[in-house]
């Protein structure tokens, strides 16, 4: 079978060293305004974006950040609206599975997945993309509830922000049916044989507004620089992690400072709002320019 | 041999779920016929000398079956699109099809376009599922009209006008079913199998070729309701849903849930074209206009010159008054209710919700012309049903004297507001009418009943014969050897599907044991087998006068599960112990190994009761089963169980001829009824112990309580004679029964019973789970609970009733179908269709026997009257088990109604000559001549006529 | 629902012993020591393999083997209706019991003695056969890793409709099918069975020759999986330059 080729000598002293003194390792590349991957600090990695990778999903992406891969898929389902009647529902789930680190099995349950969740609601909810109007099928009686399942495969940092953009990538490509609510209350596919009066409607599905897509970028802080777009190296060895979130209008819709006892200063402020802005446009245009397969 | 697949995602979304599957196309599809030689041989079924092939489109595979089956129409393309939907639409039709395209000997062949790389198609932006499956076959017709040589045309068969000019502009020789019949002088019975079309355009045709001929005809009905109106009309209360039951063809009764009384629907206006068992929604008419009491139903019709009233009229085809063979549980309740006073509410049918239209035809024949009417070479016929409660059904055909004095099929394609009948057409002729063999087909066919062999599926679940106990069934620990007990069978001479068998002993502590052993069907038929599916699906054996239509193959029927004299066979046994006093002691269920020591005829054992010179152990245990039966018999009778009575007759049958050359009273003896007991009892233990294991999924046997005024009939023709019925409880009435006697009259009683068991519902097979617990008694035997455990080998409410019991006692677990409620369900609907339709078709099969009795023979016989009318009374015959009406004033030559000469009291159930000379009461006994009156085209009748009594031979009184 | 129509088309087009479209690769990962995705139709399974790696706690240490650790997942949107499954489904437990017996009978756990591995396996699409697509997307993970192993190890289902043995069942024939199924693993190469699951009521003589279909079709994906396996070797030989030994 495959064999991996052993590293050659030289390289196993330096991978040695890595190992027992992990900040000297770094901060020597440091010293040098580079990181082990031979990026400079405000560097970010390449993104990707692929839609509707599963079939089984009314829409999906598989989106990477250099190494980190998170897969998104959205369920819908017709739903009673309650308060409001004219309004649909968005319920967002992060899991890290067990395959996104070596870690995760050993490890206990953590508030990562539930902060993550909480972002991620937070990030479609606040953005002007979220209309959650557009999800009502009749005032009252139907309405779509939006299922956001995310699982991220592979955790080399930012998982944040990889959360945002696959969430944005899955939502953008969703196409809501054309149904129709019968007189009994059942919501069948517009056109569909059940209706009696044998006329079809058929109707270009339409998509939710793409407008004011908040999309985000995590920077570490060690030694007191920043850090752009970290890996999961370089998080553990930061000070404290801050997460921008922007929506490409000028606005910035969510910063989260973790990293407890840090104090952050107005000039690393100001960057990191910069460098997300920067981030929003590179990140914004592998989001429109990925295509789902069949379309 | 795996091509290269390219494939498309096809996603349905059906309700809100998103579906998706994946769809491959390929490129080793073959066309089916040797003129591609990229073709696989060894499919091809398209002949290489045809002078044309066929592709039809759906609504031609749907609708025009008849013509497609016809054995002159070969050659034909039937695409896997076409097959799809016509699944959809149509279980019975895709059956039809797909028996079609598996017959070796004809050359339809399937071709599977959807999956085919060149033909498969994706819908346009805007096209809808139909237009695009149209397409789809119009692309499958084109490619093979590219891939044929010029010589084999391809010609596309349609009869939708936007189908048929689209595949004209594709190229396509198209053209309709109709046309291309025309254009097959060779087989000119093809036209007459072309359905009628009832769209639109078909209207626009018919009038464009009449011409000036009147642009519109006159509307006759009122329009349907459009199923909008029709929902919004229920739910708001003013419409009524019901499932229509015809007795004729312009009388309806429909039960609504939503009303409390049942509603009668009078006149064809009124039926606005539902057939019996259509799905309706009905309008009540205001109460004024609800016609009541006794009077003829109104010829509501309008237009009453039109030439096919008249017709109807002539044929006398809504008369009543014709003679019928009347049985047990039958009753003609339009006479109850033409007879009893009071106004029920009447409706209108606005709608019709589904129609249960035959996909396998109604029997019937030509309507003969009116004497002096000269129809020769007229297309247009009109179809007279053997079944009254069908309406006529017009046809159009070519060979009307071919097939007049001929029992043919026709199947019912629409029916127009503007159109008196519903059209239909012409689909085989099964025989001359009257024949023996032609008039069981139509009995068959009237009731559904299936005679086709059993599958190659089915027979293999049958062990191979010869079959004999083994010793794994004498080792296994669930099983008794009760091979030492005296056990006989005591059925009718012939019989060779023993379901049953009894015996009875002493026990060492001075009791009694009492055996019923009934055939281990279950152990053969597994659920969810071919067989299992095809005996739930037949549902019983049919036993016709000469003729047995098995539920179960032959070996089993007849052999292996057959519990016959002198070998070991596997049993489920049900043993009581019994005091000497008859006292039941204990209970208990085992399944068994027996061996009969004898098959008795109810003859043979009655004779061995009865010669007190016979000591044996077996006639020694028939005695004591015998006065044991008579006990239980009485407390029963104590208990309020009804004694009915039911006039069965039995045939001599000439064994050369296979005609009947005697028909007499069925002679019930003493060891009849102790079988009868000891089944019953058995079936009442059964219910009893299935139910407390399984309260939801027990099946039980119910008889409901008939309602007080189903029991009016009856009460009438009683006071005329002095004598009331109580019908408060089934005690009551089993007690006025009893009361009902007139001294040196024997017979009166009978006859009472035989009216009174005429006023009784049905009994029903139900699911526990499905009825209150008050719902389950079983009136007429008075049981609270009941069930059918005995004829597992003709019955398949038995086999359901094993597994539960088998479940009961921990020997299998029970099958999961049974805890399926809606599953369930299907399966006993289904049970009670089939157990009345065989019921039907017994009776069917007498009528038939009686007639070809009665055929060129005169017969005197004697007769009471068991109701009196204005111009006739209705008379019993019990020798023949016939029932009918003499006319008193017989019509007129020209029709015409002749003077009243007689007048009836209806108080008294009396009618009197005005002369006074004659007067006829109920009850009162007759004497009846029996012919057959034979009309045009072999059209037989039996026509009663009244005779003095002094004519009657002495051998011929009856006492 | 006729699942094998008489012309021997399935719903989906395939004759009865076609398998449908299959994809897989290796090293779609960055972090595993070895990671894979499997696809067979729009069935979608990724695996990823960490370790051999020194055993920590007290249980694993002195093995003179490799422990072999599974878990096994399905994404809530893999189906046609949402649905979140606990990691103590029953479904969840028995595809990972099996996985893990089928890899401890397939990688040479004694030659790393005192060492975790551990193999993941989520499963982002569900449409039938997701037990012998696991198990195929673990294997590739496995090799992918550079864990030796006995042989090559391929997985598939087939099944009875109408009477007629079909392979590798969708999730509508799955469901529909009331014939018995057959999941079956096997060392293609030393042909002996390392899986034999078998559901349903099965005539003695059918299970031959469902098992015969089953290995043809063990055999077909296992040619698709090596070749998967020698391009990815050539691809880290070339990154690589030559090896000397």
């Given at each position: ?295 | ?71 002159a129409i070969e050659d034909v393309i039937i695409t896997s699109v076409v097959l799809e939907e016509v699944r ?649 029964l009893d009361g009902a006697v007139r001294m040196g009259d024997a017979y009166f009683n009978t006859l009472i ?207 | ?228 396996l020698l391009d990815n070797t050539r691809k880290l030989a070339l990154a690589r330059g030559p090896v000397r030994?």
């Amino acid at each position: 079978m495959t064999a991996r080729v052993d590293s050659a000598p030289a390289d196993s002293q330096a991978e040695a060293f890595k190992r027992l003194y992990p900040d000297q390792y770094y901060r020597r590349f440091l010293s040098q305004n580079t990181r082990p991957d031979g990026r400079s600090l405000t560097q970010t990695r390449p993104a990707s974006v692929v839609l509707g990778v599963i079939t089984s999903a009314d829409s999906s992406a598989l989106i990477k950040i250099g190494n980190t891969t998170v897969i998104a898929g959205v369920k819908l389902e017709v739903l009673m609206p309650k308060d409001p009647p004219d309004q649909g529902c968005l319920q967002v789930n992060v899991e890290l599975t067990t395959l996104c680190s070596p870690e995760m099995r050993d490890n206990r349950p953590t508030e990562v997945p539930s902060f993550l969740t909480q972002q991620v609601d937070a990030a479609v909810r606040g953005s002007s993309a979220w209309q959650p109007q557009a999800l009502c099928i009749q005032a009252g009686r139907a309405a779509w509830a939006v299922y956001l399942d995310l699982y991220v495969l592979c955790a080399d940092g930012v998982l944040l922000d990889a959360c945002v953009l696959a969430a944005m990538a899955a939502l953008n490509a969703l196409r809501l049916a054309p149904v129709d609510v019968t007189d009994a209350g059942n919501v069948v596919a517009a056109g569909n044989d059940a209706m009696t009066d044998g006329t079809s409607h058929p109707q270009q599905p339409y998509a939710l507004s793409k407008q004011g897509t908040p999309l985000t970028l995590t920077c570490a802080v060690i030694d007191d620089r920043l850090i752009a777009d970290p890996s999961s190296e370089e998080e553990s060895l930061a000070a404290t992690v801050v997460s921008t979130t922007v929506d490409g209008q000028g606005h910035v819709m969510g910063l989260q400072h973790a990293g407890g006892g840090v104090e952050l200063s107005t000039a690393h402020l100001q960057q990191c709002i910069t460098a997300a802005q920067d981030r929003h446009t590179d990140l914004f245009r592998v989001l429109s320019s990925a295509q789902p397969p069949d379309h | 041999m795996l091509q290269r697949k390219q494939f498309v995602k096809k996603t349905k979304k059906g309700g809100v779920v998103k579906v998706v599957r994946e769809h491959y196309l390929r490129d080793d599809i073959s066309s089916g016929t040797p003129l591609d030689p990229e073709s696989d041989p060894a499919v091809n079924k398209l002949s290489r000398d045809a002078s044309h092939y066929l592709v039809a489109d759906t609504n031609v595979a749907l609708h025009q079956l008849d013509f497609l089956e016809h054995s002159a129409i070969e050659d034909v393309i039937i695409t896997s699109v076409v097959l799809e939907e016509v699944r959809h639409q149509n279980q019975s039709a895709y059956q039809r099809l797909r028996t079609l395209t598996a017959a070796s000997d004809r050359r339809f062949f399937v071709f599977s376009n959807e999956h085919h790389r060149d033909t498969y198609i994706t819908a346009l932006p805007g096209e809808s599922p139909n237009d695009r499956n149209d397409r789809a076959i119009r692309v499958a017709a084109k490619w093979y009209d590219t891939r044929m040589p010029p010589s084999m045309p391809v010609i596309f068969l349609t009869n939708d006008a936007d189908n048929l000019r689209k595949a004209q502009e594709d190229g396509l020789r198209a053209m309709t079913v109709q046309g291309y019949a025309q254009m097959r002088k060779d087989t000119p019975e093809l036209v007459d199998l072309v359905a009628a079309g009832v769209t639109a355009e078909k209207e626009n045709l018919a009038s464009d070729s009449q011409g000036g001929k009147g642009a519109k005809r006159k509307r006759i009905y009122e329009d349907h309701r459009p199923t909008a109106a029709i929902t919004a009309g229920i739910k708001r209360g003013i419409y009524h849903q019901g499932t229509l039951r015809a007795g004729r063809a312009q009388e309806g009764r429909l039960v609504c849930d939503s009303l409390a009384d049942e509603v009668l629907i009078r006149g064809r206006v009124a039926l606005n074209r539902a057939l019996d068992g259509d799905v309706v929604a009905v309008e009540l008419l205001p109460e004024e206009e609800w016609t009541g009491d006794g009077q003829k139903t109104p010829r509501q019709a309008p237009s009453p010159g039109t030439e096919e009233n008249g017709d109807e009229a002539a044929a006398g085809g809504d008369g009543d008054d014709n003679q019928v063979q009347v049985a047990p549980g039958e009753h003609l309740e339009d006479d109850a209710w033409a007879s009893t006073g009071g106004k029920r509410p009447q409706a209108k049918v606005v709608g019709i919700i589904k129609r249960n239209w035959r996909s396998r035809g109604y029997a019937g024949s030509l309507q003969p012309p009116r004497e002096g009417q000269n129809r020769a070479g007229a297309t247009s016929w009109l179809v007279v049903p053997v079944e009254k409660r069908f309406p006529f059904i017009r046809i159009q055909t070519r060979q009307a004297d071919a097939l007049m004095d001929k029992r043919i099929v026709v199947v019912i394609d629409g029916w127009e507001a503007d159109s008196m009948f519903p059209q239909g057409h012409y689909v085989r002729t099964l025989g001359v009418i009257g024949d023996k063999d032609t008039e069981t087909e139509v009995l068959l066919l009237e009731n559904d009943i299936n005679t086709a062999p059993f599958s190659p599926a089915v027979h293999a679940c049958v062990p191979p014969l010869p079959w004999a106990v083994s010793e794994a069934h004498l080792q296994d620990p669930r099983r008794e050897d009760l091979r030492g007990l005296p056990i006989c069978s005591v059925d009718p001479p012939g019989c060779k599907d023993i379901d049953d068998a009894l015996h009875i002993r002493d026990l060492p502590n001075g009791n009694m044991e009492l055996g019923v052993h009934i055939a281990d069907v279950t152990n053969f038929l597994l659920p969810g087998t071919a067989m299992d599916d095809e005996a739930a699906r037949r549902g019983t054996t049919v036993y016709l006068v000469q003729r047995r239509i098995d539920m179960l193959p032959k070996p089993l029927t007849e052999d292996i599960c057959s519990l016959r004299a002198n070998v070991d066979r596997l049993a489920f046994s049900v043993l009581w112990e019994l005091t000497l006093d008859g006292e039941l002691v204990g209970c208990r269920f085992t399944k068994s190994v027996i061996r009969s020591r004898a098959a008795f005829t109810y003859a043979e054992a009655q004779a061995r009761i009865d010669d007190a010179r016979m000591t044996d152990e077996l006639s020694e245990g028939l005695r004591k089963m015998n006065a044991y039966a008579k006990k239980r018999r009485a407390a029963r009778a104590a208990a309020g169980a009804l004694q009915l009575a039911s006039p069965e007759v039995k045939f001599e049958i000439d064994t050369e001829t296979q005609n009947p050359m005697d028909v007499a009273m069925y002679q019930i003896r003493d060891t009849n009824q102790m079988v009868e007991e000891m089944m019953l009892m058995a079936n009442v233990t059964v219910a009893e112990v299935t139910l407390r294991a399984f309260p939801a999924c027990a099946l039980l046997r119910r008889h409901p309580v008939p309602a007080p005024r189903q029991f009016e009939p009856l009460q009438q023709v009683a006071a005329a004679t002095g004598v009331s019925i109580d019908v408060s409880s089934s005690k009551a009435l089993s007690d006025s029964l009893d009361g009902a006697v007139r001294m040196g009259d024997a017979y009166f009683n009978t006859l009472i019973r035989i009216l009174a068991t005429r006023c009784m519902t049905q009994a029903l097979y139900f699911n526990s789970g499905q009825h209150a617990e008050s719902e389950y008694v079983h009136y007429g035997l008075a049981a609270p609970l009941y069930t059918h455990f005995t004829s597992p080998i003709r019955r398949y409410a038995d086999v359901l009733v094993h597994r539960v019991l088998a479940a009961t006692l921990d020997l299998a677990p029970l099958p999961p179908s049974m805890r399926d409620a809606a599953g369930l369900k299907a399966v006993v609907d289904n049970l009670n269709v089939r157990h009345r339709n065989a019921q039907m078709a017994g009776r069917a099969s007498v009528e038939l026997h009686t007639l070809i009795f009665f055929h060129e023979r005169i017969v005197l016989a004697d007769a009471r009257i068991t109701k009196v009318r204005s111009k006739g009374v209705i008379v019993f015959i019990p020798k023949y088990g016939i029932e009918g009406t003499i006319h008193l004033t017989p019509k007129a030559e020209d029709g015409s109604e002749p003077p009243a000469e007689y007048t009836m009291d209806e108080q008294k159930q009396t009618i009197r000559h005005c002369d006074g000379q004659l007067a006829l009461t109920v009850f009162d006994k007759v004497a009846v001549k029996i012919q057959i009156v034979t009309g045009v085209a072999h059209r037989r009748s039996l026509s009663l006529e009244w005779m003095s009594r002094d004519e009657l031979p002495e051998s011929e009184h009856m006492e | 629902m006729e699942l094998l129509s008489p012309e021997g088309l399935r719903q989906d087009g395939r004759r009865p012993r076609e398998l449908r479209n299959l994809q897989s690769a290796v090293d779609t990962l960055g972090n595993a020591d070895g990671s894979a995705t499997f696809e067979l139709g729009n069935t979608k399974v990724m695996a990823a393999v960490f370790g051999p790696r020194a055993a920590q706690g007290k249980s694993s240490g002195g093995r003179r083997d490799a422990d072999i650790r599974c878990e096994f997942a399905i994404a809530a949107f893999s189906q046609s209706e949402r649905k979140q499954l606990s990691k103590r489904d029953r479904r969840i437990l028995e595809v990972r019991s099996m996985l893990k017996e089928a890899l401890k009978a397939n990688v040479l756990a004694e030659l790393m003695p005192g060492t975790t591995i551990d193999v993941y396996v989520q499963v982002l699409a569900a449409d039938g056969s997701i037990g012998a697509a696991s198990l195929n997307a673990a294997f590739l993970a496995v090799a992918d890793a550079g864990i030796p192993v006995k042989d090559l190890m391929a997985a598939c289902v087939v099944g009875l409709v109408q009477d007629t043995p079909i392979l590798d069942l969708n999730q509508m024939e799955e469901q529909m099918s009331r014939g018995p199924s057959l999941m079956m693993a096997m060392h293609v190469g030393l042909k002996k069975i390392v899986v034999f699951q078998a559901d349903g009521r099965m005539p003695v003589e059918g299970v031959e020759t469902l098992a015969e279909l089953a290995e043809g079709g063990c055999q077909a994906v296992g040619k698709a999986m090596r070749s998967v396996l020698l391009d990815n070797t050539r691809k880290l030989a070339l990154a690589r330059g030559p090896v000397r030994l």
